[in-house]
C-alpha cells in the first residue's frame, strides 16, 4: 500500500485526524521518517498496513507529539524523538521498551552505540530506540592545506590547532581564509572542540564542569583565535549552516567540525569551488590521551503512553532497528547508521568514503547536554558567556565561573 504524507493540523488544533482506516499506521515524524519510507513501507506491505506521516518541522513536531502523548488518547502509533527533547520530565508521556524487549526483542540490541542508547535511558529503563544520528568529524579543504604546504592530515589534536593557524592567510586571488570554524559560540557547535581539552559543560551523571581549569583553556584559545582571525568576525552572528557551509563551498574557510555527512555537501558540484578538495576524518585526540566522546545529536522510536497499538508499533521498531534495515537507510537515504557493525558492511563501505572513520566516531559519541527539563536555558547561558568572552566584555575564567553558578542554581530549582 503507498504512504500518505499529512501536513500540519488547522490552526489551534491539538488532536489529529482520525485515521481514515483500521488498516493505517499513523507515525509522527515524516520529514525525518521519510529518510526511511521504502524500508518502513515493506513492513507495512508484509501486516497489510498503509502508512500515514505526519510532517512538521523539528520545533512544531515535538510539541505535537508532546500535545497527542497528553491527551486520554492518540491515534499514533510510533513518533520520532530529537534526543535533546527526551527529559526526565517527558519520558512519563512514553512507554518503557524494556518489557517489549524481553518480550519480543530487537536483535543484538546492544550493537546500537551504547552513547545513544544511555541518552535515552531514564531511571534504569530505555524509552526510545536511536535510529538515525548526526556525528562530528574534522572536515578539510585539502587544496587550501597543499597551498599552506601541510601533506598529511593532523594525528592530534595539538596539530588541529597549529593548522587552524597556518590555514588562516590571505590566497593568491585575495580571498581571505579562516582555519577553522564553527557554526557558531554555542553548546552544540563548540562541544567536540572543548571535549578535546578535556573539558566538558554537564557530565551524564548532571556535574557542572564549566569552570574547570580544562574548559577555561579552551575558551581562551577560541577567544585567541577570535582575535586573531582564525575565526571570521561573523563567527558570532552565523547562521547555520548556510552561513558555514557556504565559507567551506567558496574556499572561505579551511576546516570545521561538522556531521560526518556534510562532506556531500561542501563537496556539491553545483555549489563548492572545491567539489573534489573536501575530505573528513575523525578528529584526533590530545597526544598521550584517549579520543574523548564525540559530538552526536540523534533521532529515536517512541511509543506514546496512550496509544492503542503498542504491540504493533514496537514490531515496526523492532524491524527499522535491525542491522540490515540500518544499511539499507544508510545506502538509500545517507542516514548515520546507529550501529556501528553497519559500517563494515560492503554497501555502506562503498557509499560512504568515511565509514571507518565514522565508526569509530559513532561507537564512542554522546549528545553534547544530558537530558533535563532546563537544557536549553544552560544552554543558552553558555552562549551568552562565550559571546562576551569572544567581544572582551570578560575573561574566560570569570565568564564560565559565572555560567557553572548559574548552571548549578538552575539544577536546583
Partial sequence: MAATFLGAPLAGSLVTPARAAEGDFRILGGAVQSFGASIAQAWA????????????????????????????????????ILNRFLSDNIVNLFDPLDAYQAANPIENLDGISAGLRQAMTYGGKLYGVPFRH??????????????RGITEYPKTFEEVLDYAEKLTYKRADGTQVSGLIFEGPTVASLSEYYRNFGAEFITPDMQVKADAPEMIAAITQLQKFFADGVLPKAFLNFVPPADTNNL???????????????????????????PNDMAVIAVPPRAGHAA?????????????????????????????SSLESIVQMAVQYGNGPVRPAAYADPRVQKA????????????????????????AKAADYFTAAVQSVLIGASSAEDAMKDVASQTRALLKQ
Avoid: C
Fill in 352 to 375: 560512504f568514503t568515511y565509514a571507518d572513520a565514522e565508526a569509530a566516531a559513532i561507537a564512542n559519541a554522546t549528545p553534547p547536554l544530558p537530558g533535563f527539563p532546563q537544557s
Fill in 134 to 147: 548526526a556525528t562530528e568529524g574534522l572536515h578539510m579543504n585539502t587544496a587550501l592545506l597543499k597551498e
Fill in 45 to 80: 506491505d508484509s501486516h497489510n498496513l498503509k502508512l500515514e506521516y505526519i510532517s512538521l518541522d523539528v520545533d512544531s513536531h515535538h510539541t505535537r507529539l508532546f500535545q497527542e502523548a497528553s491527551l486520554a488518547e492518540t491515534t499514533v502509533d510510533v513518533s520520532i
Fill in 292 to 320: 574523548p566522546p564525540t559530538k552526536t545529536e540523534f533521532w529515536g522510536y517512541v511509543i506514546p503512553k496512550n496509544s492503542t497499538r503498542k504491540d504493533l508499533a514496537w514490531d515496526f521498531i523492532r524491524y527499522m
Fill in 248 to 274: 567551506m563551498q567558496q574556499g572561505r574557510a579551511a576546516m570545521i567540525f561538522s556531521p560526518f555527512g556534510r562532506t556531500f555537501v561542501y563537496a556539491d558540484s553545483k555549489a563548492s569551488k572545491f
